[in-house]
């Protein structure tokens, strides 16, 4: 007995004594095996990268969504009068169907599915739900029914240069995470710099997955993605949206497309087309994916006079006082005519300019030679890429094999440009000469480090025509809106003096050649700018088959669109001071390690509004800071150590709300623009953890929007009493 028990011992000592120094068992690593069941990694999620406007206002973002999930485990509940899982799956499916993208019968054989899973989700339909929904789908108060944090891409302004911006989808990849993916304009373009690194948590755990005592944590914290600084101006592109809606809905046209430009350096700051559509949604997509303004040819028609002036200007061929017959001019066997098929008769070349008479760019060529003509228009960047930072951008083509195609390509048929290309063109006439290479990217930076990525500044691409030359055009383009014999009379503004040229461009058919006919068939367009004496807006318009009036003119939905953004655009950038009401204004003192007590008082006493972050005491940080020139009445943020009490947000603006986030650090959710209309945290709570705090804003409209109470049987409204 002493030899088998002391033989089995020694048989269990070396045992021991084996995994100790060899640590495997049967080829296994004993260390890799404990490390695989206790070891824990927590995914930490990037955000992807904003894109913001030139003013830092939101354009695209990841912002608070949820995930639904439904806990189907019986054995979940302990206390029955207290159930932690779906009861009743018939009318949790029905009241989750009113809220999510899934029929009623789908929903029920999810909740029931077999296998006596834990808890089930609901696939798209179940993911991004919004903050209202989960409120809404809260209150009925449904056993099982939870809600996981989770994000979903943003875009807050509705339809906005939404062929520019794109949009973003959330694609499941191959190891079934769900990851967000551009998939159209900048978030395709720029989606590897928008596009986050995933962070993560290791550490040790026991059987149940609980941290240990002493274990380590490593952490990896997400990088969030690059943020995109347009060069857009939100207040403008909005403009633009409005305009273009107004007219779109009026007039019906086949499509439309509009840029506004700061000729002095390039920058687009709005560009929209029609149809258009919601990056939420992708409703109206289906009908053009391309972007118009850079990927689409187009025959210019008149506006392409703008430049054939510029280069007999240029070349001294320009003789304003001369006559020329109008009417007709023949080419070989070709006559082309002028837009009312008759002329004016004898006319100088300076009142044809103002008439938009074909005939007369077709003697203008004869005079200058095509050899000067096609010269300036390669130094215009006709024919070529702007270099636009997008891509899939188009070059046009200018036709010269036949002597009819030099003839019209001067008043802007068959031969092809972008519109891209004529503001491009347009800038030199607006900047002294100097031609301004577009673009939209102001700048991409890593926000975790504050390092700037990319940072764009303005290209001169060259100089057409000189200072005078341009000078010049400027004057002629003026007297074709002042002019009683102008064509562009319509595009006068109040206050301000505008400068430009109207287009009516024949529409090639898509088979069989030759044109469309009729006044509804042509592509209406307008290329100008104000005010002439230094312009700071450029802007092109054109409307493609619009549905006219028996008494209305192709520049009737052109002038509305221009009219409309031109003035307000201007009145926004206080162009013309004279008109604007004198603000009074006050430089901030450096209020930092002063105490927000004493601060607070001063500021009030000078009109301003202070806002105090923190308990109190001495300032660390101000906003805005030292040296800013602010209006009377505005609010300045203050910020001292210690426990945030919340303000009352309401009537607050985004920006505030968002510069007010920044400082604090607090975690606040914001859902809609325009003003801030309720807080799901009442003012005067002190934040003691992190839990998000939501601030809905409504604009101007939906805060004051009229309810409708009665409507007849058309629709329309009942007058009240």
Do not use: C
Not at 49 to 77: F, H, M, P
Not at 115 to 125: H, I, L, R, S, T
Not at 135 to 148: D, R
Not at 375 to 396: C, H, M, S, V
């Amino acid at each position: 007995m002493f030899l088998i028990y002391g033989g089995l011992f020694l048989l269990l000592f070396w045992r021991i004594v084996h995994l100790q120094t060899a640590n495997e068992v049967n080829g296994y690593s004993l260390e890799a095996e404990a490390a695989a069941k206790y070891a824990r990694e927590v995914p930490l999620a990037a955000n992807r990268g904003r894109i913001l406007d030139r003013n830092n206002n939101i354009i695209a973002e990841d912002t608070l969504a949820y995930k639904l999930v439904a806990v189907v485990k019986e054995s979940v509940t302990t206390n029955p009068d207290n159930p932690k899982h779906v009861v009743d799956p018939a009318e949790t499916a029905k009241v989750l169907a009113q809220y999510i993208s899934m029929e009623e019968q789908d929903i029920y054989k999810i909740l029931t599915r077999d296998g006596d899973p834990y808890q089930v989700e609901f696939g798209a339909a179940g993911r991004k739900i919004s903050y209202d929904t989960r409120m809404a789908i809260a209150e009925h108060k449904l056993p099982g029914i939870i809600f996981i944090e989770d994000t979903k891409r943003y875009y807050p302004n509705g339809p906005f240069a939404s062929h520019l911006i794109g949009f973003a989808l959330e694609e499941k990849q191959e190891d079934n995470t769900f990851k967000t993916v551009g998939k159209m304009g900048l978030e395709y373009t720029y989606n590897e710099e928008l596009t986050g690194t995933p962070g993560s948590i290791s550490y040790d755990s026991d059987i149940k997955g609980y941290l240990l005592p002493n274990s380590e944590k490593m952490i990896q914290p997400a990088k969030n993605g690059a943020e995109i600084y347009l060069t857009l101006d939100k207040t403008i592109q909005n403009f633009l949206e409005e305009a273009m809606t107004q007219v779109d809905q009026q007039y019906q046209p086949e499509s439309m497309t509009a840029i506004v430009a700061n000729p002095k350096t390039g920058e687009i700051l709005a560009m929209s087309q029609r149809p258009t559509f919601d990056p939420a949604d992708r409703i109206g997509l289906e009908s053009n994916w391309l972007n118009e303004t850079i990927e689409n040819v187009i025959e210019p028609g008149s506006t392409m006079k703008i430049f054939t002036l510029a280069a007999a200007i240029d070349s001294g061929n320009w003789h304003p006082n001369a006559t020329f017959r109008s009417g007709q001019y023949t080419v070989l066997d070709r006559t082309i005519r002028d837009h009312n098929r008759v002329g004016w008769g004898e006319i100088t070349y300076l009142q044809g300019f103002q008439r938009s008479s074909n005939t007369g760019m077709a003697h203008m060529l004869t005079i200058m030679g095509a050899d000067t003509f096609y010269n300036y228009l390669d130094r215009f960047g006709f024919g070529q890429k702007t270099g636009i930072d997008l891509p899939g951008e188009a070059t046009g083509t200018l036709l010269s094999r036949y002597p009819i195609n030099k003839v019209t390509t001067t008043y802007g048929q068959g031969s092809t440009v972008t519109p891209m290309q004529l503001i491009q063109a347009m800038t030199a006439i607006a900047n002294e000469g100097k031609m301004m290479q577009p673009y939209v990217i102001d700048k991409i930076v890593d926000p975790s480090s504050g390092e700037i990525i990319l940072d764009d500044e303005p290209i001169v691409k060259g100089q057409p025509v000189s200072a005078e030359t341009a000078q010049q055009v400027r004057d002629i383009l003026a007297s074709t809106v002042t002019s009683e014999i102008g064509t562009a009379k319509r595009f006068a503004l109040d206050g301000y003096e505008v400068a430009g040229k109207t287009g009516t461009a024949e529409i090639a058919k898509e088979s069989g050649g030759g044109y469309y006919f009729g006044k509804n068939n042509y592509l209406y367009s307008f290329l100008g700018m104000a005010p002439v004496d230094d312009p700071q807006l450029i802007m092109y318009i054109a409307v493609k088959k619009p549905k006219l009036a028996e008494t209305e003119g192709g520049s009737e939905p052109t002038s509305a669109v221009f009219k409309m953004v031109m003035e307000n655009s201007l009145k926004y950038f206080n162009i013309n001071p004279e008109e604007v009401a004198e603000v009074q204004m006050t430089k901030l003192a450096d209020y930092t390690k002063q105490t927000a007590e004493s601060a607070q008082v001063e500021l009030i006493n000078q009109g301003l509004t202070p806002i105090i972050i923190g308990e109190g005491g001495q300032i660390i940080e101000q906003y805005p800071v030292q040296g800013l020139e602010v209006a009377k009445g505005s609010v300045i943020f203050l910020k001292t150590d210690g426990t945030i009490t919340l303000p009352s947000f309401i009537g607050w603006s985004l920006r505030n709300v968002l510069i007010y986030k920044a400082l604090s650090g607090l975690s606040i959710e914001i859902v809609g623009e325009g003003y801030v209309d309720s807080q799901s945290v009442s003012e005067n709570t002190p934040i003691q953890d992190a839990a998000p705090i939501v601030v809905k804003l409504k604009t101007p409209e939906e805060s004051f929007a009229p309810q409708v109470e009665e409507m007849d049987e058309e629709g329309e409204q009942l007058p009240q009493d």
